[in-house]
């Protein structure tokens, strides 16, 4: 009889295969073990502040210069735009930057969309481009103090990062191309792993003078920065690469998030602060993305939620198999809808009517706007920041900002409200929640940069949609020509 013989052998021969798989499984793990501690070898010192000992008590003692407070709002308000400022203080952009080089000892790390701080290509140089001009001086004179300077950039032929390159700074390039066709477009400064910038403004002379920046600085506060730096570590260390790795160094892991946020002491302020970033291939372990970000500061709203951004449209664009597809990106528009409609939350939108502003975007905004039709407990306003001499190449006056502000939180962001731009190009992103409910007067920095917000919304270059409903005494905009197929009209179709 075959069959017994057959089965006695069988359990050998599937012992003999589990003893192999078994083999096999620990030759892998091992190599697993490897290239974790290789990667862990490679990644960047942490300058010997550790999560242990970080600081979460971002305070000031010897107070000077800008260091009032260790958390600063910035603005670049060009001259051209009389805006009220209430008598209420307004730190400029330049200062702010200034200011961290000069608290710089030992490194500065800088990511940045564009390098122009120089008018290179303008002749003559307009006279605004002083401030970049300077600037751009002092990075290159960190060398001589002793200070590295790092940058990491998708730009491949910029003339300013092969200056600042010769003069020892040492520029990481990351080939965005391979990994989502998109750009680094990231923006903020880490100085000494204990100060750092955070907001719309990049290196180009046109945001120390001519654009309305918005951005913070955070002084001494090394554990917002220590997570800061694992992103740029991320950036860092995709230099020559063209691909992102399976495996991280628990180097770039992030430390806080949006379900483990970083409590801290701003002001003397009990809050709450992460860093988040996008696209979602650049999120690291435990990293929150941008939109997640922005969906938990709309849902935590209770009362207001107030919106500035330069280009509002949750349109998506992706190409599949080399053909684009643009598919409707509901994400945040959804988010705002429920919190409107839902939870009577009353929201504003002011968003830049400019030479790019996509014709969809007046659609998006009208619908929105149509929710509340026949509902009481129900506000949703929009108004475009536009101001008349909006040249194309000095971008005057154009309102560049990228934040939301809530009664009890704020998302300051490297992105507009774009899909596509969540989609394929770098930004980052910083929460901060206070915890108690701000004391009337406190000066806390929800209350500045909503100060800022309501002053923008109320300025002459805030106009409502012509026809709208809430008309009175303000200026309107004229209902643009509807040209969505024209693509002459707008470069928004330029990435991808
Ligand atoms: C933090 O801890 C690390 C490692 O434990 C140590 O090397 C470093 O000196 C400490 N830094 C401070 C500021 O205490
Ligand atoms: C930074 O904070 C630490 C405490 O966390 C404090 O000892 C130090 O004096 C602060 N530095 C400055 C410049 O205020
Ligand atoms: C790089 O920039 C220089 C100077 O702006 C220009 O002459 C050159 O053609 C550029 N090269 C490429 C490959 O774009
Ligand atoms: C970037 O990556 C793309 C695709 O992998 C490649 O074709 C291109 O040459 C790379 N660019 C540079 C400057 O290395
Ligand atoms: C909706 O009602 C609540 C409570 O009655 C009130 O606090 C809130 O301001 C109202 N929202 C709007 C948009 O009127």
Known sequence: MAGPTTTTQEPVKTQQKCIAVFALLCCFAVLVALIFSSVDVWGDDEDGITEENCSRDCRISDTKDLMTSSIVLVETIPD?????????LHTALSAGFHSLLDQAK????????????NSWDLDPAPA??????????RLLGLK?????????????????????????AEVHFVNMTAFTRGGLHSSFWIVDRK???????DMDWRSLSKRK?????????????????????????????DYIPSIWSKRVTALYGRHSALEVELNSTPAEAYVSTSPELFCAKDRTRDVDAIYQVIQSANKFIFISVTDY????????????????????????????????????????????????????????????????????????????DLKDDYQLGLNHNKYMVTDNALYLGNHDWVGSDFAVNTGVGLVIKMRDSPQEGGGTILEHVQAAFERDWRSRYAK????????????????????????????????L
Request: proline share 3%.
């Open 106 to 117: 030992h490194s500065v790390e800088v990511v940045s969309p564009v390098w122009e701080l």
């Open 213 to 241: 920046e918005l951005g913070v600085v955070v002084y001494n506060c090394s554990c917002l920065a220590l997570d800061l730096h694992r992103v740029f570590s991320f950036y860092w260390q995709l230099y020559e690469k």
């Open 313 to 388: 449209l949750p349109l998506v664009k992706r190409s599949f198999r080399g053909i684009a597809v643009t598919r409707y990106w509901s994400f945040i528009d959804e988010a705002i809808r429920e919190a409107v409609v839902l939870r009577g939350v009353r929201v504003r939108l002011l968003i830049s009517f400019w030479k790019k502003t996509h014709p969809l975007t007046f659609n998006f905004v009208t619908s929105l706007k149509s929710l509340c039709m026949q509902l009481h407990n129900c506000s949703l306003e929009v108004r475009f920041f536009s101001h008349k």
């Open 144 to 168: 001589s103090r002793g200070v590295r300077l790092k940058i990491a950039s998708s730009l491949t032929n910029s003339t300013e990062l092969k200056a600042l390159a010769a003069h020892n």
């Open 128 to 137: 605004a481009a002083q401030q970049g001009e300077l600037l751009f001086q």
């Open 80 to 88: 051209e735009l009389s805006l009220h400022m209430d008598g209420k």
């Open 195 to 201: 100060h750092i910038y955070i907001g719309s403004a």
């Open 464 to 495: 409502s949609l012509q026809g709208s409903k809430d008309q009175g005494k303000h200026r309107h905009l004229q209902w643009p020509k509807h040209h969505p197929e024209n693509k002459e009209e707008n470069d928004w179709n330029d990435p």
